[in-house]
């Protein structure tokens, strides 16, 4: 008979809630909150965090182990080969709908790709395949939001200092046109509406939040508008009947907010490792940045972006949940309604199977097999791994290309010192960058 898998003490639960569970949930689970982030990086959530998981690896092992999660006990995943099978499992019989995701999403993309199930879901990945342009080299629209990226760079240089705040503006534009059209480029209200939303959702109210059928209705206008140089140009030639406006919106979620943050973060590291920034600048100086061909080519500035991610993962703990009892494969069964949990903060950076755990290594992604790595889920991996990511880094290869061949970023407000293991969390709110001639 299989052993069943161990069990973390109750203390080390009630530790484990308080230290993994609670600060994702205060800062913001949707949509950060400026104080409380700022408080958690002060206090090292992420470092404790951390170190409170690889005691529990090491005292109970590299096998699946369960702790519990407030009054719940969930089964967390720490070795490659677990995490591919549950994450290549999904949607069934690991679903990616756990009840504090779904509740929350529910604020502001009830209809979301990444809380459905069965025919449903196929359906909405198809969409969401069809539109993106999953797979892809590059994006059949590449050279549009080539130009729409280039000219928020323009913009962002030429303050010569920013802030978190100026990068999320400029990447919510971006953002707009790319995903709506142009019309939609200076339509803040849309983006105020959607962080409304967001917020809403932290409290994972388990319905649509108020104001959401007017969001969804300014929404439609431009979906509908159909601007053929944006993703909603392609909706109408997309599989399956799909209300079209309910599925863009876990774009603009995901195009806004993350990819800003990592690109900000990702400027960090550049301005403080001259040797990566001379490889990335290289790298563009080899090519004609004005043609996106080329541009989803730059593998070394793509791997300045994909590292950062790493490091600094914006989704810190993501979950399945079981949708029937489920046999894993040393013969331990799993019972349905069992929520599994990834860390992704320990596991990215888990130095005894990670080499370069705790540096930068864009050159592990692109000259390594980085990308190979389950351990690496950002983007998460299988069935339901992200149908954008391929989009999402081309726009941060043109964004950071387009920026290391005009400017030289330089880090103020915050210390990242390259001879030294780098921290567990970046505070987007803590730092600027000021732009410095080439």
């Given at each position: 008979?299989?052993?069943?898998?161990?069990?973390?003490?109750?203390?080390?639960?009630?530790?484990?809630?308080?230290?993994?569970?609670?600060?994702?949930?205060?800062?913001?689970?949707?949509?950060?909150?400026?104080?409380?982030t700022?408080?958690?990086?002060?206090?090292?959530?992420?470092?404790?965090?951390?170190?409170?998981v690889?005691?529990?690896?090491?005292?109970?092992?590299?096998?699946?182990?369960?702790?519990?999660?407030?009054?719940?006990?969930?089964?967390?995943?720490?070795?490659?080969?677990?995490?591919?099978?549950?994450?290549?499992?999904?949607?069934?019989?690991?679903?990616?709908?756990?009840?504090?995701?779904?509740?929350?999403?529910?604020?502001?993309?009830?209809?979301?790709?990444?809380?459905?199930?069965?025919?449903?879901?196929?359906?909405?990945?198809?969409?969401?395949?069809?539109?993106?342009?999953?797979?892809?080299p590059?994006?059949?629209?590449?050279?549009v939001?080539?130009?729409?990226?280039?000219?928020?760079?323009?913009?962002?240089?030429?303050?010569?200092?920013?802030?978190?705040?100026?990068?999320?503006?400029?990447?919510a534009?971006?953002t707009?046109?790319?995903?709506?059209?142009?019309?939609?480029?200076?339509?803040?209200?849309?983006?105020?509406?959607?962080?409304?939303?967001?917020?809403?959702g932290?409290?994972?109210?388990?319905?649509?939040a108020?104001?959401?059928?007017?969001?969804?209705?300014?929404?439609?206008?431009?979906?509908?508008?159909?601007?053929?140089?944006?993703?909603?140009?392609?909706v109408?030639?997309?599989?399956?009947?799909?209300?079209?406006a309910?599925?863009?919106?876990?774009?603009?979620?995901?195009?806004?907010?993350?990819?800003?943050?990592?690109?900000?973060?990702?400027?960090?590291?550049?301005?403080?490792?001259?040797?990566?920034?001379?490889?990335?600048?290289?790298?563009?100086?080899?090519?004609?940045?004005?043609?996106?061909?080329?541009?989803?080519?730059?593998?070394?500035?793509?791997?300045?972006?994909?590292?950062?991610?790493?490091?600094?993962?914006?989704?810190?703990?993501?979950?399945?949940?079981?949708?029937?009892?489920?046999?894993?494969?040393?013969?331990?069964?799993?019972?349905?309604?069992?929520?599994v949990?990834?860390?992704?903060?320990?596991?990215?950076?888990?130095?005894?199977?990670?080499?370069?755990?705790?540096?930068?290594?864009?050159?592990?992604?692109?000259?390594?097999?980085?990308?190979?790595?389950?351990?690496?889920?950002?983007?998460?991996?299988?069935?339901?791994?992200?149908?954008?990511?391929?989009?999402?880094?081309?726009?941060?290869?043109?964004?950071?290309?387009?920026?290391?061949?005009?400017?030289?970023?330089?880090?103020?407000?915050?210390?990242?010192?390259?001879s030294?293991?780098?921290p567990?969390?970046?505070?987007?709110?803590?730092?600027?960058?000021?732009?410095?001639?080439?």
């Amino acid at each position: 008979m299989v052993a069943e898998y161990r069990h973390a003490s109750v203390v080390e639960g009630v530790r484990f809630t308080a230290q993994v569970g609670l600060p994702n949930v205060v800062q913001g689970l949707f949509k950060k909150r400026e104080l409380p982030t700022k408080v958690a990086a002060i206090a090292k959530a992420e470092a404790q965090g951390y170190a409170l998981v690889a005691g529990l690896v090491e005292r109970l092992g590299t096998d699946p182990f369960y702790v519990r999660v407030a009054t719940d006990e969930a089964l967390l995943l720490t070795d490659p080969a677990d995490i591919e099978h549950v994450l290549g499992g999904s949607p069934d019989p690991f679903a990616s709908d756990p009840e504090a995701k779904r509740k929350g999403m529910a604020a502001f993309q009830p209809d979301a790709l990444t809380i459905s199930r069965g025919d449903l879901w196929r359906t909405r990945r198809a969409f969401a395949e069809h539109v993106l342009a999953t797979g892809a080299p590059l994006h059949p629209l590449g050279p549009v939001f080539l130009d729409v990226v280039t000219d928020a760079v323009a913009g962002l240089v030429a303050l010569e200092e920013v802030g978190w705040e100026d990068v999320n503006d400029a990447f919510a534009r971006v953002t707009r046109r790319v995903v709506l059209g142009d019309d939609a480029a200076g339509d803040l209200g849309l983006t105020r509406q959607l962080g409304e939303l967001m917020a809403a959702g932290n409290k994972q109210p388990g319905k649509p939040a108020a104001g959401y059928d007017d969001f969804v209705a300014h929404l439609r206008t431009y979906v509908e508008a159909g601007d053929p140089k944006s993703l909603a140009g392609l909706v109408a030639d997309a599989p399956g009947d799909v209300d079209a406006a309910g599925q863009v919106i876990h774009w603009l979620f995901a195009m806004g907010d993350t990819l800003a943050l990592n690109l900000f973060r990702t400027l960090a590291l550049l301005a403080t490792h001259p040797e990566q920034l001379h490889e990335a600048r290289a790298e563009v100086g080899r090519v004609d940045t004005r043609d996106a061909g080329y541009v989803a080519g730059l593998d070394y500035v793509a791997g300045c972006l994909l590292d950062t991610m790493r490091l600094w993962p914006t989704t810190a703990l993501f979950g399945r949940v079981t949708t029937r009892d489920v046999e894993m494969p040393g013969g331990q069964v799993v019972p349905e309604g069992t929520q599994v949990l990834i860390y992704n903060v320990f596991n990215h950076r888990n130095r005894d199977r990670v080499p370069f755990a705790d540096r930068f290594a864009p050159g592990e992604w692109s000259g390594g097999d980085a990308g190979e790595s389950w351990l690496f889920n950002f983007f998460s991996h299988g069935p339901q791994g992200c149908p954008g990511a391929g989009l999402s880094v081309f726009l941060g290869q043109a964004f950071l290309a387009s920026v290391v061949d005009k400017r030289t970023p330089e880090l103020v407000g915050a210390t990242l010192d390259e001879s030294q293991p780098l921290p567990y969390g970046l505070d987007a709110f803590g730092f600027r960058i000021h732009f410095l001639p080439r």
